[in-house]
T-cell receptor, first 108, second 117 residues
Framework: GIQVEQSPPDLILQEGANSTLRCNFS?????LQWFHQNPWGQLINLFY???GTKQNGRLSATTVATERYSLLYISSSQTTDSGVYFC??????????FGAGTRLFVKA | DTGVSQDPRHKITKRGQNVTFRCDPI?????LYWYRQTLGQGPEFLTY????????KSRLLSDRFSAERPKGSFSTLEIQRTEQGDSAMYLC???????????????FGSGTRLTVV
């Protein structure tokens, strides 16, 4: 089945810093989503982005489907950005496969 | 409609007991998914419903697991004869899809944390 690799696995930032999270996938995908799981476990959908670029406030995402990767940009990070960021893809079936996540800690 | 609701939030049960979890999706969403997440891992797909039809089940879903979505509304996930390895967070998500394709991303509930002792 499709493999989803996220990097880096762990990231520590000083508040105000910018960062880029990467998601590589091993096969063509129909859909790609980015999620943030907060320290209380709630998964929040950040972007539904099978291709192209989207922006939402300090966050933006770009998916280059032909090269099988997606990037999540976090600018001017805040302590509330801490948590785990997951990339999730599906290949046209009904199940979405999650990567192992990037664990982000933003220091005040 | 405030989102996807899951009940209970926490469940502690003795090994061998049966447990049932409930998920109420966003009312206009036609797809419903169950995932399981263990500590330090990403969510793993368990099963999926399009309206009331269960269209796919993971190999992770042994014979002790069963899921239903009567009338295409809420869904239940039952685990029979629980084992310690079933301890995990069980997540429900819903989405809206037309013409076989997602219109938007998934909305997840807060999950049910199961501890089998």
């Amino acid at each position: 089945g499709i493999q989803v690799e996220q990097s880096p696995p762990d990231l520590i930032l000083q508040e105000g810093a910018n960062s880029t999270l990467r998601c590589n996938f091993s096969d063509s995908v129909n859909n790609l989503q980015w999620f943030h799981q907060n320290p209380w476990g709630q998964l929040i959908n950040l972007f539904y982005i099978p291709s192209g670029t989207k922006q939402n406030g300090r966050l933006s995402a770009t998916t280059v489907a032909t090269e099988r990767y997606s990037l999540l940009y976090i600018s001017s990070s805040q302590t509330t950005d801490s948590g785990v960021y997951f990339c999730a893809v599906d290949t046209g079936g009904f199940k979405t496969i999650f990567g192992a996540g990037t664990r982000l800690f933003v220091k005040a | 409609d405030t989102g996807v609701s899951q009940d209970p939030r926490h469940k502690i049960t003795k090994r061998g007991q049966n447990v049932t979890f409930r998920c109420d999706p966003i009312s206009e969403h036609n797809r419903l998914y169950w995932y399981r997440q263990t500590l330090g891992q990403g969510p793993e797909f368990l099963t999926y419903f399009q309206n009331e039809a269960q269209l796919e089940k993971s190999r992770l879903l042994s014979d002790r697991f069963s899921a239903e979505r009567p009338k295409g509304s809420f869904s239940t996930l039952e685990i029979q004869r629980t084992e310690q390895g079933d301890s995990a967070m069980y997540l429900c998500a819903s989405s809206l899809a037309r013409a076989g394709r997602l219109n938007y991303g998934y909305t997840f509930g807060s999950g049910t944390r199961l501890t089998v002792v």
